[in-house]
Each structure stands twice: as structure tokens, then as C-alpha cells.
């Protein structure tokens, strides 16, 4: 008989990333209070907290742990390089961004930890309990990171609507783990693997609530509508992150959950029902997109349209699929994450709205900045050489070799859709001549840091893309699938 | 750096235009000479490097030659493979020596970010050889794309005055085209899989497929459109004259003298020898496109007001010529068409570039703006006599070569007529072109600041000169040229004509003595399996199967797997394995 959280050095290590998140997190609030003079360290903690994060992940022991609550394995290893990178990202990009601003204050780099330490949950839970639990502290952080210009009416609407949206995705989720606990007698993933419960009606029943719920947080059309107004309110950098690591930890969540389920394979009616989403999400998010003033409801909408790309490789399900969801995933951090940062440090008053006409001209005055998101956008779009198209590659490989033609023509015509707002980008920076005379914010050594980091993850993923192939394979044989 | 130049030549071919833009980025922005002389040196010793590949070159050998391959994505089966034949070769070497022309021609050209238009220039030139060199389907595609960006960036921000609208149409309609394309490779490389169970990626490997007519037919199309969109065939031309007017002049030069002849090349390298049942099938529409481009493009040339835009479309109407003699298939035609690309892409190119040196000194590409001018600049009106000329297939000039095997070729083919037709477009050509000159260069000088003109620089005569050398030389001496084309073009007809003859003649006789088959199954290659793993796992059935319609053909199974060796050796030469 195990005692309910049966401590010991195994488990101390299993869980200590998130509890340097959380410590680190803390000390940064307690430094905000009694030694405010030491917020110019604030972003330099959070990176050394990332790192080891990072460290104590690597380090840990491979197996379960508490009970066979918490995972450790090489696919929570490479989701936590995942996160890690784009948490790196983030706080580079928010520490500039803070002191333009003037609110360089604690609470930022502790909400961004602390979300951070709910999606690594996310990731590493194999109790649906834990895995709400992780999503909780992760909304609640950055609802709160939503509004965090208070007095911004743009930032305060952003985190109410996300509040409330947010809390009407979290009761789907809460109602499909009720559901799936009712007819399997546990929150263990891994008594889903019952043969007599896939085609139980009220299982499928749970799993669209859950598809809902993590829909919700993923912006898959048609639980999408938050994201534009949300994104513009939130200070750039903590879009930076909310549009990348949440999406791809729902995403593993629900690979988690359909993988224990569909011991046979995923039924043709649920895969005709994801393919639907995935349709409906890629189409709507580039075909809306086309009509953005703003860049940052812009790069919303393709983030839509960019989980409707993801939602490909769910609808073809299987080993393979998973890895090419995890190239994909960072793929689109190194491209989005970077895109994000570019756009925190070419706007000089982050409190107003971003028109993408104040871009024009910037590729002669601030050439680096240019450049580095003229490469993020062409890696959105797909162009080969960046990391991109491969993420585009092994998905749509994916969905030829399940035999999903359909699903992959209208993928591939999506990408040309989509090549029409990200060249309009190109178009203004290069092609036109600068409309703003003050010009952007000068550039700080820690936006070039994020954007270099960026430029080398998109070359060096889009050109050497072999190893990182290789380690998502391996981490997702982790899951068991069914051999197709 | 011996063994690098030794082994790994089309390596080095390839990427030092991007080891020279990676190094222009080092150059301060404020460094506008250095950046220009520095992007036209290393454009220069790029060709100097790509100069031993037509020296040490085997004419006799029929496959490709200086082939290197390194896995790339081990576990998905692409492969980093290289190798070139003949045609490759011609269209390197024009790559290579087109690119340091518009360099040249830049350098007192080209003002405005002068450091970005040098290091886009180069990573184009590196997609360019890249395209050209690549064995592996993947990789070809990298290429293929890679080359948009910088030739975007070209258009639009070093462009005219609707340079936007023609930068964004050029992107969209290529992208367009090569999406589908992108889809097909998949698809080739999953069936690979099923058929092998190994992942590959390589021509080479994808060639041993077979497929049903159907998918054969979608597969083809969706390769052939990539390509026809790029040379471009007749009714998909569109975003051609609209680029080509609105890039800088050495965006033109490369863009008729290369990017455009990437179609035709793509073609014969990729969608031939994959789908030859489709190819041979839809190649009769293929040159009726052709033959309707080259009588349009003639028509539409004629009428045009604009230097630029005439030249443009005379491009369609050479580049239908073309299409023409790959739509023929006749040994002659193959090769008259591989080399009337080279013509073009001189003569063309030429003229694109004399027509940028007036336009700098008048700013206007308006034909009546001219006239008379020939008094006043003869060094340029001797060089753009001789382009036209050459342009309009004058015999000792390189392009009478071109356009004679081209039409011989397809009279000999069983579409007479095409020849007929398209003989038209070489007399249309010479009224269209020597109206220009006359209208440019002789008429009476009525607008007084012509009479500033002044004389072509240094530079650009320089420029202009090599191309004049190699018109004159190919003029006079083809044979250098199409020695080192024969056996290529052989095989690559080999490959197909053998396989579909084979195919077709034992799926008809078959049919009556074997009982039908599922549609799906397999038509191997010229009945006996070349040498390599089975494709498809076949039974004993199917062989005894084949071999019963081999003896109801009429042949001995001997004979059949005897052609077949001889086929499978000509592909597996041309795998450069």
C-alpha cells in the first residue's frame, strides 16, 4: 500500500525543475517587496531558474515517479527543451520591453515562471488531475499577465476575456476528466487502456469535451476567438510564450489521452471530426489573417491557422505523428516565439494598438531587426531552408502516408493563402519607405540575443533538421500506440 | 582544399556564392564599392571553379558525372546527392557566367542597399546550381524554392515602378505550381516505402517506381505544372512579362537567361523519367502549347511598346520553340531545344542587358522615345545588332543552331505540322526584332536629348562582349557544344521511350493470355526487374505471370530481361550509383 505522495530522493528529483520554478518564482516576488532595488536582476534570474529547470530535467531519473503520477521520459525531455527555449525567448524579449515600459516590476518574470510551471505539469502529468492542475496554474498566471497593464483599457479587456473564456474551456476539460473518471474508476491515463472503453459512447463523449477544453487553449477554430484580443492586450513577450508552449503541451495532452484510449487505432468518424477542426481552423486562420491591420491579430490569426497544420498530424495519429507534432512544435517556436520578439522590439509604445503600417521602412533602418523577422515570417510560411518547412514536411509526410491526399492538398493550398499576409510583412519593411519619423525603440542586447537565438534555431533546424528527427522519434515511441 | 576541389567540386560550385554572401555580411553598410566589386569576384571565381566541370568532363559517359551523396535525414531516406550530366552542365556553366555578368552590369547600376542586392544575387545564384545539381527529389525542392526569395527581394525593392504587383505575382504563381509538386514528392517517397520498405528520396530510386495511368497522370500533372508555370507555357505566362519589365536589368538577365529554362530542365531531369507512360501521353498537348506560345509570344511581341516588355515576350515565344522540341521527343529536337536554352539565355540575356545600359542613360524604355542613335553610339548598336541576330537565328550565329535542329527535329517527329507552324515564329521573330532595331538604332533622330547618348561603359561593354564571344563561338563551332550533350539527351529518351514501348507493348498482349489485373498492380519496368531489391512484393504468380506475356509478346523472357539490363544500366548510370 503507497501512502498518497510517497516522497523520496526519486520523486525529489523528478519534481525538482518545477520546484526551482516555483522558489525562483517566489524569490523574485519577495525581492519586488523588500529589495526593489534588485529588479535589474530580475530578467537574469529567470534565465539561470530556466536553466535549471532545464538541468534538474535532464538530470532526473527516466520512469514515473509519485505513484506513476509524474513522467519522466524522453518525450517529457524533449517537451522540456521545448519549453525551456521558448521561456528563454520570452524573458529575453520582456526584459527591453519592461524597462520601455517603465513597469520592470517582479511579477512578470514570477507569473511567467509560474505558468511555466504549469505547463511542464501539463507535459509530465499522467493523472488527468495533475494535468488540470497544471493547466489552472497556467491560466491563472497569465490571465493575470493579460491584464497586466492596468490601466491600459486594451490589457484590462485581454485579461478578462481570456479569464472568461479560459474558465469556460477549463470546466469542458474538468467535465470530460469527470466523465472519463466515472466510466474508468480512475484519473490515471493509463487506465484509459480499458478494451471495452473506445467505443463507449460516453467516452467519446469525454474526449470531445476534453478536444474542446484544450481547443480552447490551442486557439483550434472554432474555440479561437479569444486569441486576437487577448494577444493584443498581453504585453508582446508573454504572447511570445502563451502562443507557443500551451498550444503544443494541450496538444501532447490530448496525444496522451487518444493514445491510451484508441488501443486500436482512432476510429474513422473521430478522425473525420478532427480533420474537420483542422480544415476549419487552417482556413479560417489564414483567410481571416489576409485582412489584419494589426500585426500582432495578425500573427493571432495565423497561429490559428498554424494549429490547424498541427491538427493534421492528430488527425493521422501514430508514433510518427507525434514526432513530426514535436519538429513542428519547435519549428514554430523557433518562428513564432521569434516573430513575437521582433514585434516587442519594433514597437516603441506597447500600450497602443500595432498597426503593421508603422512597420514600413524598417528594413533599411533597423536592418537586423528586419531581417531577423522577414526569416521568422518566411519559416511560418513554409519556405524550405527554414525550420518551417520542415515542420510542414514531416507533417503532411505524415498525412500521405495515412493516405489523408485531402487533408494535405488543402494543407499545402492553405501555405500559398498564407504566403499573402507574410509577404504583405516583407513588403512594407523592404519595399516601402518609413512613415514613422521616430522610428523604432533603439535595439537592446537582449532582444538581439532572443532574435539571434531565433535566426539560428529557424537556419539551423530548416538545414540540419536530422538530429532533431531523430530525438522526436525516440521520444515519441514513448507513448504507447497501437502498431498501426 | 585539394581534396575539396578533387571530390566535392559541385559542392564547392554550389555553395561558395552563399560563402561569399554570408561574408558580405560582415561588410559595413557604408562599404558600397566593396560590396559590389566583392560579390562580382566571387560570382567570377565561381565560374573560374565550375570551369574544370566542363573540362574534366567525360563526353563518351552517358550518366552523371562528379556525383557526391551524404545522407541528409538519415532516417527519412533524403539524401544530399549531386551529380550532373550534359544538360545540367550547359546550364551551369550558363549560371555561372550569367550571374558574374549581372553583376558587372550592376556595378555602376545599382545604387539603393547595394550590400543586400549583392547578397541576394549570390544566395540566387546558389538555389540556381543548386537545382541544377540535385539528384534527390527533397533536395531539388530546396533549391527550387530558395530561389524565390532572393529574386522577390529583387523585384520588389530594386524594381520599377510596378515592381510590387510583379514581385508578389512572380511569388505567388511559382509557389503555386511547386506546392503541388511538393505534395507528389511525398507521395513518391511513401509509395517508394511500401514498394521497399526503405525511405528514399533519390531520382535514381524513385525512377524503378511504376504506377497506374491514373496516378501516374496526377502525379505527372502536378510536376509538370511546377514546371510549365516556370518556362512558362503558353496560357500560364502571365507573371512573365510583368516581372521581367518591372526587375532591375540583371534580375532580367538572370531570370530569362536561367530561372526560366529551370522549367524546361525540371521536366526533362524529374518528370520524364518519373512518369514516362504520362509523359509520352500528354507530350502531343505539351508542344501544341509550345507551338501556340511561339506564334502568341511572336504576335504579342510585335505589338508592344516597351523594349523591355518586347524582349519579354520574345521570351515566350523562344522558350514555346523549346517546349516544342521536348513535346517532339526526337533525339534532334532534345537536343536542339537543350541548346537553344543556352541560346536564349545569351542572346536574351544580351539584349536584356543592352536594353538596361539605354534605359540608365534615358530612363525610359519607351521604343519612340529612341531613333537615329546609331550615329551616336556604335559600339552599342554593333552589340545589339549582333544579339538580335543571333536572337533571330541568323546562320554562324549561335541561335540558327538551336532553332534548325529544333525544327528538324520535330519534322521528323510524328507532329509534321508543329514544325510548319512553329517555323512561322522564326520569321515572325525576325520582323518583330529588326523592327525594334530599326525603330531603336536607324530611324530618324527626332528627340534632341538623344543626341546626348552617351557611349556604353567599360563594364558593360565587357558584359556584353563574353556573351557576344560565346554566339559567335557556339555559332561556329556547335558541335563542342552538342558533343557533350548527345549521350545525355540519348539517355534520357532511352529511359523513356524503352520503358513505355515495353510496358505498352506487353500490358496489350498480356491482356488476353493473364487474367486482369487490379489496376493498382504493378507494370514493371520493361517487364523484368532491374537490377536492385524487388519494388513490389511479388510472388510467384506474378513472375510466371510476366514471363507467360513476355512469350505471348512474342519474345523470349531472355530477350526481354536483356533489353531491360540495358535500360536499368542507362538508369542506373544516370542514379550516379
Known amino acids: ?484 | 582544399m585539394q581534396d575539396l576541389l578533387q571530390n566535392h567540386l559541385l559542392t564547392v560550385v554550389v555553395f561558395l556564392p552563399t560563402a561569399g554572401a554570408a561574408a558580405l555580411l560582415l561588410f559595413p553598410e557604408s562599404a558600397r564599392q566593396a560590396a559590389k566589386w566583392f560579390a562580382f569576384a566571387v560570382s567570377l571565381l565561381d565560374l573560374a571553379v565550375s570551369i574544370p566541370l566542363w573540362t574534366r568532363f567525360d563526353v563518351s559517359a552517358a550518366g552523371f558525372q562528379f556525383t557526391e551523396k551524404v545522407r541528409w535525414i538519415p532516417s527519412v531516406g533524403v539524401s544530399y546527392a549531386l551529380g550532373i550530366d550534359g544538360i545540367s552542365l550547359l546550364l551551369i556553366l550558363l549560371t555561372t557566367l550569367l550571374t558574374p555578368v549581372s553583376l558587372l552590369f550592376s556595378v555602376t547600376h545599382v545604387e539603393k542597399s547595394v550590400r543586400a542586392f549583392s547578397i541576394a544575387f549570390l544566395v540566387l545564384e546558389t538555389g540556381m546550381l543548386g537545382s541544377l545539381a540535385a539528384l534527390d527529389l527533397a533536395l531539388f525542392y530546396v533549391f527550387w524554392e530558395v530561389m524565390l526569395v532572393p529574386m522577390y527581394f529583387i523585384i520588389g525593392i530594386w524594381g520599377g515602378a510596378k515592381r510590387i504587383y510583379a514581385a508578389m505575382k512572380f511569388f505567388l504563381f511559382t509557389m503555386a505550381g511547386s506546392l503541388l509538386m511538393f505534395l507528389a514528392i511525398l507521395y513518391l517517397a511513401v509509395r517508394h516505402r511500401e514498394a521497399t520498405g526503405t525511405w528514399s528520396f533519390l531520382l535514381a530510386d524513385l525512377t524503378r517506381l511504376d504506377f497506374s495511368a491514373s496516378t501516374q497522370a496526377l502525379l505527372f500533372f502536378a510536376f509538370a505544372l511546377a514546371f510549365a508555370i516556370k518556362v512558362p507555357v503558353f496560357p500560364l505566362h502571365t507573371w512573365l512579362p510583368d516581372a521581367h519589365t518591372e526587375a532591375p536589368t540583371a534580375g532580367s538577365i538572370i531570370l530569362a537567361g536561367v530561372l526560366l529554362k529551370l522549367g524546361i530542365y525540371g521536366y526533362l531531369r524529374f518528370a520524364l523519367p518519373l512518369f514516362p507512360d504520362a509523359a509520352m501521353r500528354y507530350a502531343p498537348w505539351l508542344g501544341v502549347l509550345g507551338v501556340i506560345g511561339v506564334v502568341y509570344g511572336a504576335m504579342v511581341a510585335y505589338a508592344q511598346k516597351d523594349m523591355k516588355r518586347l524582349v519579354a515576350y520574345s521570351s515566350v515565344s523562344h522558350l514555346g520553340l523549346v517546349v516544342v522540341g521536348v513535346g517532339a521527343f526526337t533525339t534532334t529536337a532534345l537536343s536542339g531545344s537543350i541548346l537553344q536554352m543556352v541560346n536564349h539565355g545569351l542572346s536574351t540575356g544580351a539584349l536584356f542587358l543592352l536594353v538596361g545600359v539605354l534605359y540608365e542613360r534615358r530612363h525610359t524604355r519607351e521604343i519612340e522615345a529612341y531613333g537615329g542613335i546609331a550615329g551616336i553610339v556604335p559600339v552599342t548598336t554593333a552589340l545589339f545588332l549582333v544579339a538580335t541576330l543571333s536572337s533571330i537565328g541568323l546562320p554562324g550565329l549561335n541561335g540558327f543552331v538551336g532553332e534548325f535542329l529544333v525544327l528538324v527535329g520535330t519534322w521528323t517527329s510524328p507532329h509534321r505540322w508543329w514544325s510548319v507552324v512553329a517555323a512561322t515564329g522564326v520569321i515572325l521573330s525576325a520582323i518583330y526584332m529588326l523592327s525594334l532595331v530599326q525603330r531603336v538604332f536607324w530611324n530618324p533622330l527626332v528627340h534632341e536629348e538623344n543626341r546626348k547618348l552617351t557611349e556604353i561603359r567599360w563594364s558593360e561593354l565587357v558584359a556584353a562582349g563574353v556573351l557576344v564571344v560565346l554566339m559567335v563561338w557556339i555559332g561556329v563551332r556547335p558541335n563542342d557544344v552538342l558533343s557533350r550533350l548527345g549521350p545525355s539527351v540519348e539517355a534520357v529518351r532511352a529511359s523513356v521511350t524503352q520503358r513505355t514501348a515495353q510496358a505498352r507493348a506487353l500490358r496489350a498482349v498480356g491482356a488476353g493470355l493473364v487474367p486482369a489485373r487490379d489496376d493498382e498492380a504493378p507494370v514493371t519496368t520493361g517487364g523484368g526487374q532491374p537490377q536492385g531489391p524487388p519494388l513490389r512484393h511479388q510472388g510467384p504468380t506474378q513472375a510466371s505471370a510476366r514471363s507467360l506475356r513476355a512469350v505471348g509478346a512474342g519474345l523470349d523472357p531472355a530477350r526481354v530481361t536483356g533489353t531491360t539490363m540495358r535500360t536499368a544500366g542507362v538508369q542506373s548510370a544516370g542514379g550516379g550509383r
Open chain 1, 1 to 484: 500500500m503507497t501512502t498518497f505522495l510517497p516522497w523520496g530522493p526519486q520523486s525529489l528529483a523528478a519534481i525538482a525543475p518545477e520546484i526551482v520554478l516555483a522558489v525562483t518564482g517566489s524569490v523574485i516576488v519577495l525581492l519586488e517587496a523588500f529589495a526593489p532595488a534588485a529588479r535589474r536582476w530580475f530578467a537574469t534570474l529567470s534565465l539561470a531558474a530556466i536553466a535549471g529547470y532545464l538541468y534538474f530535467l535532464l538530470r532526473a531519473p527516466i520512469g514515473a515517479t509519485f505513484d506513476a503520477r509524474l513522467d519522466t521520459s524522453v518525450l517529457t525531455e524533449a517537451v522540456g527543451l521545448f519549453l525551456g527555449a521558448t521561456a528563454a525567448v520570452a524573458i529575453l524579449a520582456a526584459k527591453p520591453y519592461l524597462e520601455r515600459t517603465g513597469e520592470e516590476k517582479g511579477e512578470f518574470y514570477a507569473l511567467l515562471l509560474w505558468g511555466h510551471l504549469g505547463v511542464s505539469l501539463m507535459t509530465r502529468g499522467l493523472d488527468l488531475l495533475v494535468v488540470f492542475i497544471g493547466l489552472e496554474t497556467l491560466s491563472l498566471s497569465f490571465y493575470v499577465l493579460a491584464a497586466f497593464f492596468r490601466s491600459v483599457e486594451a490589457s484590462s479587456e485581454a485579461g478578462m476575456k481570456y479569464f472568461l473564456t479560459g474558465a469556460f474551456g477549463s470546466a469542458f476539460t474538468l467535465y470530460g476528466i469527470v466523465l472519463l473518471f466515472g466510466k474508468s474508476g480512475s484519473v490515471r491515463i493509463a487506465a484509459l487502456a480499458h478494451p471495452g472503453l473506445a467505443g463507449d459512447p460516453l467516452v467519446v463523449l469525454a474526449l470531445l469535451l476534453l478536444l474542446v477544453g484544450f481547443g480552447f487553449k490551442m486557439s483550434l477554430a472554432p474555440f479561437h476567438a479569444w486569441a486576437p484580443d487577448v494577444y493584443q492586450g498581453m504585453p508582446t513577450p508573454a504572447v511570445a510564450y502563451l502562443s507557443v508552449a500551451p498550444k503544443g503541451a494541450s496538444l501532447l495532452v490530448l496525444y496522451r489521452v487518444l493514445a491510451a484510449i484508441f488501443q486500436d487505432g482512432m476510429p474513422d468518424r473521430f478522425r473525420a471530426g478532427v480533420a474537420a477542426l483542422a480544415i476549419l481552423s487552417m482556413t479560417l486562420g489564414n483567410v481571416v489573417a489576409l485582412a489584419q491591420r494589426d500585426v500582432k491579430r495578425l500573427l493571432a490569426y495565423s497561429g490559428i491557422a498554424h494549429m490547424g497544420y498541427v491538427t493534421i498530424a492528430l488527425a493521422v495519429f501514430g508514433s510518427d505523428s507525434l514526432a513530426a507534432v514535436l519538429v513542428y512544435f519547435f519549428a514554430y517556436l523557433v518562428s513564432n516565439a521569434g516573430a513575437f520578439a521582433a514585434v516587442s522590439a519594433f514597437y516603441r509604445d506597447e500600450t497602443r494598438p500595432h498597426p503593421i503600417g508603422l512597420l514600413a521602412g524598417e528594413g533599411r533602418r533597423s536592418p537586423f531587426r528586419a531581417a531577423a523577422f522577414t526569416l521568422c515570417l518566411l519559416s511560418l510560411a513554409g519556405v524550405p531552408a527554414t525550420a518551417g518547412f520542415i515542420g510542414k514536411f514531416f507533417v503532411f509526410k505524415a498525412a500521405i502516408e495515412r493516405g489523408l491526399y485531402a487533408l494535405a492538398i488543402i494543407g499545402v493550398v492553405n501555405s500559398l493563402i498564407s504566403i499573402g499576409y507574410y509577404l504583405k510583412i516583407v513588403y512594407l519593411m523592404y519595399m516601402r519607405e518609413a512613415v514613422e519619423p521616430e522610428g523604432p525603440p533603439p535595439l537592446a542586447i537582449a532582444d538581439r540575443l532572443a532574435l539571434s537565438l531565433c535566426v539560428v534555431g529557424i537556419l539551423v533546424l530548416g538545414i540540419f533538421p536530422a538530429p532533431l528527427w531523430d530525438l522526436a522519434r525516440r521520444a515519441a515511441e514513448t507513448l504507447p500506440f497501437a502498431s498501426p
